[in-house]
């Protein structure tokens, strides 16, 4: 007999069961079947058995967990057996979710690498995980005090972040080495709230010691990188992608005047590189940025608006896809380093050239001494027989012979006073009187070709000079001026002189300028050299011995010039110091 449940738990009808017993069995499958069969059996022969039995039903596709109850009816030997089904599929569901839920957190829980304990308010250890045995494998920890644990202690230690997790309700860490587990851990505790209350806390330890050993490290070798890199006797600039200042040294500051905090965010192309020099500047920066290490050297800017040179060691950083992410630039100041090469060479060449003009000197004055005693024979004898001459063809001829003589002697008095290199007496002189003086020499020269002659003197001081060798400078100045205009077609001949003070007012400046022909740019180099002339009978000594003058007063000679349009000399000649001026300014025309 089965009541409602029962048909509706076993999907059957009494009538059937009171019919065919077994068919209630049938529903059991094979291995519960077998195991109640048994049961039954026991019970009908008096056996004592338990009363709770588990069984699978299987209906079709339709499969149930039930729980039975076998209550025996009559002593000693059972007449009848009361049978109570339960449906507990839900239950074994839940059981199986739970157990696998458990399992999977306490898989979890041993997982974690840092030591966790579950502690309640009165911090005893309820629970531990894997990494806590690990570290402790000869203590069972559960049920002990985490501060016996961990501290050897009979208290918590006033460190403890515990203590204010279990007061406050909210999670807390220190950093403490424990002695015990022999390192430096990070110690985080969270509490465990239930129903609103704080009813124990999660007790995390992490070993930084790893983490702190490689902070110090890392801290050291930073310490000793700045310490390099502030020291670096070399301007060290490291720049991004987009030319942007990354580092910037205490050399970089002390050579450019920006401090650190002033340029870095900036590009450096705002800051130290002048306009003349961006497109040099950004081939290298593009070169760099395709991962070219190189070495190159040009005009930077100071913040105060100097100009100096320097000398850039460039090397690219790659970064992990092997593109540059920045620059290491290291510069170095040559401005001085180029500027005494620049002297050195000029040093040099004035060594040669003094070399060259010693060799030429003495082969000068050899030839001058052999050639001006017979030369001023020939001269006498041919004056002597103009004399006596009758025939005015005679006459011509001697003539000729004594004009060409002198010429010659002319020449040789050149070589004389090229080959003596005779040192200046100077005195204290105003320059615009020796010009004024070889002018009334030059005067009939100059009238003769209509050539005008501009002077524009301003600020006269006085210099030491020699007088006469001053007066020799112009005289060839206006000889050379002189040919140049003669050879040019214009109706319009003007030589201009002019004189001033430089700036710094430590040289007098003189321009000598005239509007000839000009000189070719091949022969500009040359013109001071000895014996080099474009004149059919020039001898090459002029500008030569105007040259040597102008050194031997300390002073300097340049030349420009356009072929065909003009040439202008410029003379700075130092000026006797303290600096002393007429006020003499006026404009001449003669």
Not at 567 to 577: A, S
Request: glycine share 6%; hydrophobic share 35%.
């Amino acid at each position: 007999m089965l009541n409602q449940h029962i048909e509706k738990t076993l999907n059957i009808r009494s009538e059937e069961v009171n019919k065919n017993p077994e068919i209630l069995l049938g529903k059991v499958n094979r291995e519960d079947r077998e195991k109640l069969q048994k049961v039954v059996q026991d019970i009908r022969e008096g056996k004592m058995t338990k009363l709770y039995h588990e069984a699978k039903l299987v209906d079709g596709d339709i499969t149930k967990d039930i729980e039975i109850i076998l209550i025996p009816i009559g002593t000693d030997r059972p007449f009848a057996i009361i049978g109570i089904a339960r449906d507990i599929t839900h239950k074994k569901e839940w059981e199986k979710e739970i157990i696998e839920k458990y399992e999977g957190w306490e898989i979890a829980f041993d997982s974690v690498p840092d030591p966790i304990t579950i502690l309640d308010k009165n911090f005893t250890i309820l629970q531990a995980n894997k990494s806590v045995f690990d570290v402790l494998p000869d203590v069972n920890v559960v049920g002990m005090k985490c501060y016996e644990v961990f501290h050897n202690a009979d208290s918590p230690p006033d460190f403890c972040p515990c203590i204010k997790t279990l007061e406050d309700g909210q999670t807390h860490s220190v950093e403490m080495y424990e002695e015990r587990l022999g390192g430096i851990f990070n110690v985080i505790t969270s509490p465990i709230i239930k129903e609103g209350k704080i009813v124990g806390a999660v007790h995390i330890l992490h070993n930084v010691s790893e983490q702190k050993e490689m902070n110090r490290k890392l801290r050291e070798s930073e310490t000793r990188y700045r310490y390099v890199f502030e020291r670096l006797p070399l301007a060290f600039v490291v720049w991004d992608t987009e030319t942007k200042v990354i580092e910037w040294n205490k050399t970089a500051e002390k050579l450019f005047g920006w401090k650190r905090d002033e340029v870095v965010g900036k590009s450096f192309f705002d800051l130290i590189i002048p306009e003349d020099e961006e497109e040099l500047v950004q081939n290298v920066v593009e070169n760099l940025l395709k991962g070219m290490q190189n070495i190159c050297e040009n005009k930077n800017l100071t913040k105060d608006g100097r100009t100096i040179v320097c000398r850039w060691h460039n090397t690219p950083i790659f970064g992990e896809d092997g593109r540059v992410i920045y620059v290491l630039s290291m510069g170095e100041d040559v401005t001085d380093k180029i500027r005494l090469e620049e002297r050195k060479k000029e040093l040099e060449e004035q060594l040669t050239e003094a070399e060259k003009l010693a060799a030429i000197g003495e082969f000068a004055a050899g030839v001058a001494h052999e050639v001006n005693n017979p030369l001023t024979a020939i001269i006498n004898y041919a004056e002597l027989l103009l004399d006596d001459a009758e025939k005015e063809e005679e006459k011509e001829y001697l003539d000729g012979i004594i004009k060409e003589g002198k010429r010659i002697r002319d020449i040789v008095r050149r070589l004389l006073s090229f080959s003596r290199k005779e040192k200046p007496k100077l005195e204290k002189i105003h320059l615009d009187e020796v010009v004024e003086e070889t002018l009334k020499l030059m005067k009939y020269e100059l009238g003769k070709r209509k050539i005008c002659v501009e002077k524009e003197y301003r600020a006269m001081p006085f210099i030491y000079a020699d007088k006469n060798m001053m007066k020799q400078v112009f005289l060839n100045l206006f000889t050379n001026s002189i040919h140049a205009l003669d050879k040019k077609q214009s109706s319009e001949k003007l030589i201009k002189i002019a004189m001033d003070t430089t700036k710094e007012k430590e040289y007098l400046r003189i321009t000598f300028e005239d509007n000839g022909i000009g000189i070719k740019k091949e022969h500009l180099n040359r013109i001071f050299d000895p014996f080099f002339t474009t004149k059919r009978m020039g001898t090459g000594l002029g500008l030569s011995l105007v040259h040597g003058i102008v050194k031997s007063h300390g002073g300097v000679i340049r030349v420009e010039s356009e072929e065909g349009v003009y040439t202008r000399f410029k003379i700075l000649l130092p000026i006797v110091p303290p600096f002393e001026t007429r006020e003499n300014v006026y404009k001449f025309i003669v």
